[in-house]
């Protein structure tokens, strides 16, 4: 009990939870943008592994980080445009179109990473984002590891927190994103694109969904492993439902998950010997499910969610 | 009089797919009147609207749109900008409105850019509540619209079109949702509005408030214009004679002694997940040869009543007996074998699975039955027999009893559901709003045959909107109100309006 | 303008027209790959053609592949056609599998006419009970059944993982985390002498059978239509919807299971954690590829398992990345997404109409 008590108190403990939380945040971020408009996007854990491809592979070629960063924001954009094309104006199945795109994005990024490293047997490493040294702020005492030598990927994902919330509460955008996603027709018969609104949002969420994939090539760790996204995308999708859909809680959620994570790998460490080690692995898939079930009763579904809409079919 | 005409549609046609829905239709508005644009379902009006608000693309015609100075402008089709811009107004049957956003929102929505990053609701909140003072249309403008009531939500409808300085209203059905004193009530807001300057198209298949409340009368037919004329020249025979082409069919009903109870509900409550699916403390009997109509404002817990005859949610508390005999926990398949056949409201939704085939559908409710399976496999040339006969008798047309039953018009699913039901001879029938969306020709043909079961001996409950059907085929009246029943002590239109409004007990 | 407008009936041509352009379309695709990764594209073509009908091996290689897809691919063609959205084929095969490895590899010594069905037998169950799962937690709950199975796929593979270094782990195994073999008399006899291809696939081709007819001619059949098309209108009915979802959640995890019987008991002999390259997801494919039908989950097996083994021996032959087969499968499928799309609809465009400029 003491063991615990003392995980809980540490400073590597939290650090961890928010670095763990990171590409979730960024995932959970770009799903609950996508849903908001009413499309589900099962493309994500695709697009985490595109990211992950193009932001590492960017700076191997020799761009700099945030040129890494740009680049796969982009390639996931460019994945949800084409999730955004078959699923809006084609209105195709939401489901298998993101199902599709999960193996295409798969395919291709395995593909190019192959194509061009023929021959390695260890993947090669780039330097990482390094840890943020704020003058100050990271010397205070327990805040100071944990938020304050954070990497920059972790930061732009708090600030997405704030971004996202921002607009979905306080613009225009943000009231028409969310109605689109309850009623496209009162969009529509306002004057405003409902394709475009949906096309628009789904191309950002996936966007951000690639940033949490890049994270995991350029700041959790330094170099490209195939099935290194191992199910975060899927964890996501379950997380904005746990989260109702909000910003607010969708960080919340991520965290919570974070927390978890690293908390398993402590006390497998401290356990090991007494339960095997998977039990542990299992534990954030399992706590996903059970975050699911538990919020999936009271679930308030954006009304429009899954449903295609159509110019003129009223 | 050219001078003052708005708006000016000229020859507009639109087909969709074989169907005709609009055949060069003319129409003027001239400045503060109030247009009646009158016809049965599926006459057009509302693909009428459609095109002139932009949502269809006309295969034929031009609109025409005056300025604030009166001088008309040729208005680009298809485009719902465009003819925001123009100012014209639409408030449409199903509201257009999103339910998570508030009212003030759902106004705005649109009429600021999307780019900016910060929004002006001071203005806009101002803007607002001058509307609603000169129009007199008051909603709450910062609550979810999800947890306003039905006439809260056209009002907002209708402020959203003036909030964007509408000169031409187009209000699609606006009353069919409302109860008799709140459609009195929006009528007499319409009246003021336009001595502001407001010009206002309403489409309407109610003989009665169109002839009350317009100043002028276009009627279509089959998707054609079949004639204009001044309120003040109308009389319903002439006009409903100019909706249906030929003088309205009357049913005829004869006058038949009730028999023993087919129907009991003893004190059922359903908790619903809404309103509209929740009844408290309700008892009623149906007897057999007796038609009970059940009136009421959609949303009063018709849905709950109909989806507990129907087997599909259970009682709360209380009983329910078919033929005298208790059903402790109803199902649909207890319910079909206990002797009650159902027509359900939503047709397409409820009544038929459109991607099986018209045959296969003919079967659904009897999939138990020796005749249609043995040994669990089903027995295709009864099934296919079974459906030429029923699509015989019943007149169901179509492409064949092979094709997908979605490929059928409204009127004949709802002939398939008809040969489905009343094949098996119910004792108890549950009609849910039967006729609603048919043509008149096929709103007969339902009203005949639910007279003819109720000759049979069956007893049947007639759940209805329209107060004008319940009237012409019911023996009794029950009103639904806020999950109430109460028997209508007479059949005077005027006190079931006020029972409807729940303004008497 | 361009306006969208549902066709009034599908012709039959499409529905065995969109999956065939599918995969020629896809198959044309890989040529862009193959060019980035500076190969000729007609040589690639030239040798996976080669790959997959270039000999009698070839071609039962091929078969081999095409038997564990065409029992996932069943698995997803029957609970789509439900709408239930079991996209947890990969965890219901390791579950059928590792089933099979637990009762025979020397759990039950006995004739191999009872191992061999009670293998396939309790396969199936694990499999069908790795679906029950998430079916339950569905109508019970509500929870998304596609995040569930997606979910779980990864629970059960680090549960095999477990199992293989602890209870199931082979004694005389070195240590590797692998099982001990399925014993000589409960593996599924092989079809042909010194070939791979064995019984699994003729299970598979019968059991593909009885599904088509089942589907279109039983009462069963006929409620998961219901089901599938409209739920409310079933329900309506009185078929008994949750009943039916179950009942297709319990076929569709089994054929699931079997296929990873089928590849232990049939292939390999001995499970290993990565017995699996996939075929729970590539199923999916299968299964639009197949329009959902059984005896189209056949041929897209077929289809698909080609492309697979013809990759391989263009990989071997020519050193270009073998994943080209997972992108042409992949692009498979968004074009017999697109191609349904096109069979639903039809693109009209109606220029002059209204132009009142």
């Not at chain 2, 276009?218 to 109308?234: C, F, N, W």
């Not at chain 3, 379309?25 to 040589?43: D, M, Q, V």
């Amino acid at each position: 009990m003491m063991d615990l008590l003392n995980i809980l108190l540490s400073e590597s403990f939290w650090a961890a939870s928010l670095r763990i939380a990171t590409p979730l945040i960024f995932g959970v971020l770009g799903a609950l943008i996508c849903e908001r408009s009413g499309v589900l996007n099962l493309g994500i854990e695709g697009i985490f592994v595109v990211g992950a491809m193009c932001g590492w592979m960017t700076v191997w070629l020799g761009s700099g980080l945030w040129g890494g960063v740009l680049v796969a924001a982009c390639a996931g954009a460019l994945f949800g445009l084409l999730h955004a094309i078959l699923t809006v104006p084609l209105g195709l199945s939401q489901h298998v179109s993101g199902l599709g795109i999960t193996l295409f994005a798969t395919s291709v990024s395995y593909f190019t990473y192959r194509t061009a490293l023929p021959n390695v047997s260890s993947p090669p490493r780039i330097e990482p984002f390094q840890a943020l040294d704020i003058p100050v702020l990271s010397d205070l005492p327990f805040l100071g590891p944990v938020l304050f030598q954070q990497t920059a990927l972790t930061w732009l994902a708090l600030l997405m927190v704030l971004l996202v919330w921002y607009v979905l509460q306080r613009t225009a955008l943000g009231v028409a994103i969310k109605a689109v996603g309850d009623n496209p027709d009162s969009v529509d018969a306002q004057g405003l694109s409902v394709y475009g609104l949906r096309i628009g949002a789904i191309v950002a969420g996936s966007a951000l969904m690639a940033l949490g994939g890049a994270f995991l090539t350029m700041s959790a760790f330094d170099a490209f492993f195939f099935g290194m996204v191992n199910g975060r995308g899927w964890v996501c999708i379950a997380l904005v439902i746990f989260a109702s859909w909000r910003p607010g809680k969708a960080l919340f959620g991520a965290l919570l998950f974070g927390a978890f994570d690293a908390l398993q790998v402590r006390l497998q460490t401290e356990m090991g010997a007494l339960v095997p080690g998977q039990i542990f692995l299992m534990a954030p898939y399992i706590l996903s499910i059970i975050a699911l079930v538990i919020a999936a009763r009271s679930a308030d579904y954006p009304r429009a969610l899954l449903t295609p809409w159509f110019k003129g079919q009223r | 009089m050219a001078e003052n005409t708005v708006l000016k549609l000229s020859g507009l046609s639109k087909r969709f797919g074989s169907v005709v829905a609009n055949d060069d239709v003319s129409l003027t508005l001239v400045k503060g009147e109030v247009l009646a644009l009158l016809g049965e379902n599926g006459a057009g009006k509302t693909t009428l609207m459609n095109m002139l608000f932009g949502h269809y693309l006309p295969d034929a015609g031009t609109v025409e749109v005056a300025d604030a100075n009166g001088v008309l402008h040729a208005l680009p089709l298809g485009h719902p900008q465009a003819a925001l811009a123009a100012g014209i107004g639409m408030v449409h049957q199903h509201f257009a409105l999103a339910e998570n956003i508030n009212a003030l929102d759902n106004i705005t929505l649109g009429s600021e850019p999307l780019r900016s990053l910060k929004r002006n609701r001071a203005a806009a909140r101002a803007k607002i509540d001058g509307i609603i003072e000169r129009s007199g249309l008051k909603a709450p403008l910062d609550v979810p619209v999800g947890q306003l009531s039905v006439g809260e939500r056209q009002r907002v409808e209708i402020l959203k079109a003036l909030y964007r300085d509408a000169r031409i209203l187009v209000l699609d059905e606006p009353t069919a949702v409302l109860t008799p004193q709140e459609a009195d009530t929006l009528f007499s807001n319409i009246r003021s509005m336009i001595t502001d300057g407001l010009s206002v198209i309403f489409i309407s298949h109610k003989l009665r408030e169109v002839l009350e409340f317009s100043d002028r009368i276009a009627v279509l037919r089959h998707g054609r214009k079949v004639g204009e004329m001044a309120t003040t020249d109308a009389d319903e025979a002439k006009i409903a004679r100019m909706m249906v082409g030929a003088d309205t069919p009357k049913v005829a009903r004869q006058e038949m002694s009730p028999g023993a109870p087919v129907l009991s509900l003893k004190n059922v409550s359903v908790s619903g997940r809404s309103q509209r699916e929740t009844l408290d403390n309700v008892s009623l009997t149906v007897n057999a040869n007796e038609i009970l109509g059940v009136a009421g404002i959609s949303g009063n817990g018709q849905a709950g009543l109909a989806q507990l005859i129907a087997g599909l949610v259970q009682p709360s508390s209380g009983t329910i007996a078919v033929d005298d005999e208790d059903i402790p926990k109803p199902t649909p398949s207890r319910m079909v074998q206990a002797g009650v056949g159902r027509i359900p409201e939503d047709r397409h939704h409820e009544g038929i699975v459109g991607a099986m085939s018209v045959a296969e559908n003919m079967v659904i409710e009897r999939l138990d039955d020796p005749d249609i399976q043995s040994l669990g496999l089903l027995r295709r040339e009864a099934i296919a027999d079974n459906a030429v006969k029923l699509a015989q008798a019943y007149d169901v047309r179509g492409p064949g009893v092979d094709a997908s039953a979605r490929l059928l018009s409204g009127g004949n699913i709802q002939k398939l559901i008809l040969a489905r039901v009343f094949e098996r001879a119910p004792r108890l029938i549950l009609a849910n709003q039967p006729t609603r969306g048919l043509d008149m020709g096929a709103a007969a043909t339902v009203g005949r045959r639910l007279l003819e079961a109720r000759a049979r001996g069956a007893g049947i409950v007639l759940i209805s909107e329209d107060l004008d059907e319940i009237l012409g085929l019911a023996d009794r009246i029950a009103v639904i109100r806020d999950g109430h029943l109460t028997e209508a002590p007479t059949n005077n239109r005027e006190q079931i309006g006020l029972m409807m409004a729940g303004a008497a007990a | 303008m361009i306006r969208i407008e549902p066709r009034e009936a599908t012709s039959r041509t499409f529905s065995v027209g969109v999956p065939v352009l599918s995969a020629l379309i896809s198959l044309a695709f890989a040529a862009i790959p193959l060019l980035a990764a500076g190969a000729n594209p007609i040589t690639a073509y030239g040798e996976m053609f080669k790959g997959v009908f270039g000999s009698v091996f070839a071609v039962t290689e091929m078969l081999t592949r095409a038997t564990p897809l065409i029992f996932t691919g069943l698995a997803a063609a029957l609970a789509f056609r439900a709408k239930l959205w079991n996209i947890g084929g990969e965890g219901q095969l390791y579950l059928g599998a590792m089933a099979a490895v637990a009762i025979g590899s020397g759990l039950l010594d006995i004739s191999g006419i009872l191992l061999i069905p009670i293998i396939i037998v309790l396969g199936a169950a694990a499999g069908a009970a790795g679906m029950a799962a998430p079916t339950y937690l569905k109508v019970r709950f509500g929870a998304d059944e596609v995040v569930t199975t997606l979910l779980l796929n990864f629970i059960i593979l680090i549960f095999v993982q477990m199992m293989l270094e602890g209870p199931l782990q082979d004694p005389m195994g070195l240590g590797w985390p692998q099982s001990a073999p399925v014993l000589d008399q409960g593996m599924l006899p092989p079809l042909m002498d010194r070939m791979r291809v064995h019984s699994g696939l003729i299970l598979a081709l019968v059991l593909a059978g009885l599904a088509q007819f089942m589907l279109a001619r039983s009462v069963w059949g006929f409620k998961l239509r219901a089901v599938g098309e409209n739920a409310a209108a079933a329900r309506h009915a009185g078929i008994n919807v949750n009943r039916s979802l179950f009942g297709v959640a319990l076929i569709s995890g089994g054929f699931a299971g079997l296929a990873g019987v089928s590849e232990v008991a049939g292939l390999k002999g001995y499970l290993t954690a990565d017995l699996s390259p996939g075929f729970g997801y590539t199923g999916i494919v299968v299964a639009m590829l197949a329009g959902l039908s059984p005896i189209g989950v056949v041929i897209a097996a077929l289809f698909i398992a080609s492309v697979f083994v013809g990759a391989d021996g263009m990989s071997r032959a020519m050193g270009v990345s073998s994943f080209l087969a997972d992108l042409v499968v992949s692009v498979s499928l968004l074009c017999v997404l697109v191609g349904g799309f096109i069979a639903k609809y039809r693109i009209v465009r109606s220029g002059k109409a209204g132009a009142t400029t």
